[in-house]
């Protein structure tokens, strides 16, 4: 199963809302989770099961499913939200990630 | 929840290299585990996962045949033997727990990383 994110960077400002596609190549149903990582650090899970934040995640970061395109939208963008946001499957091994969006300050 | 990585090193081409992941703050024994690396620069890569047990592996096809995930739910700790590694190996390696314990789901918590660089 193969995952394309887009766009693979973009520019936005604080207060700004983003939206973060990945389409996957199959029907991966509802096993569609997000990553946040930050340049030096280890990532962090922010959504599971397309759309439940995992324990500590704001609720600006949401998450919906159309078919096997699936969005990541973080509203009202804060400073520290700044990063690289990756998707990944959980359907079925091999399991895999997108190629990663990097997200930066405009 | 903590993950902590060692292992990590320089090693030649063709070398062997074994990770341990040692966990603590959560029942070890309920759930699936795993590995994920980085290379410098690029994305992430899911190398392995186990189920809670030990008993069922997966890896991907770029380590399979030369990478064994193993789980000791006695001491806690999670290993990976690498052997035959090659330059393309070179990456920061993850320890990642699954929040199941069949090995198929989200990777809620992560180490911090051991870098291993394969060079001559």
């Known amino acids: 199963i193969h995952l394309t994110q887009s766009p693979s960077s973009l520019s936005a400002s604080v207060g700004d809302t983003v939206t973060i596609t990945c389409r996957a190549s199959?029907?991966?149903?509802?096993?569609l989770n997000w990553y946040q990582q930050k340049p030096g650090k280890a990532p962090n899970l922010l959504i599971y099961?397309?759309?439940t934040l995992h324990s500590g995640v704001p609720p600006r970061f949401s998450g919906s499913r159309s078919g096997t395109d699936f969005t990541l939208t973080i509203s009202s963008l804060q400073r520290e939200d700044f990063a690289t946001y990756y998707c990944?499957?959980?359907?079925?091994?091999?399991?895999?990630f997108g190629g990663g969006t990097k997200v930066e300050i405009k | 929840v903590q993950l902590v990585e060692s292992g990590g090193g320089l090693v030649q081409p063709g070398g062997s290299l074994r990770l341990s992941c040692t966990a603590s703050?959560?029942?070890?024994?309920?759930?699936?585990m795993g590995w994920v690396r980085q290379a410098p620069g690029m994305g992430l890569d899911w190398v392995s996962t186990?189920?809670?047990?030990?008993?069922?592996?997966y890896y991907a096809d770029s380590v399979n045949g030369r990478f064994t995930i193993s789980k000791d739910n006695f001491r806690s700790t999670l290993y990976l033997e690498m052997e035959r590694l090659r330059a393309e190996d070179t990456a920061m390696y993850y320890c990642?727990?699954?929040?199941?314990?069949?090995?198929?789901?989200?990777?809620?918590?992560w180490g911090q990383g051991t870098l291993v660089t394969v060079s001559s």
């Open positions: 990642v727990k699954l929040d199941n314990d069949y090995g198929g789901g989200a990777f809620d918590y």
């Open positions: 703050g959560f029942t070890f024994s309920n759930y699936a």
């Open positions: 186990t189920t809670s047990g030990g008993s069922r592996t």
């Open positions: 199959q029907n991966i149903y509802r096993y």
């Open positions: 099961g397309t759309s």
């Open positions: 990944q499957h959980s359907f079925t091994s091999p399991l895999s």
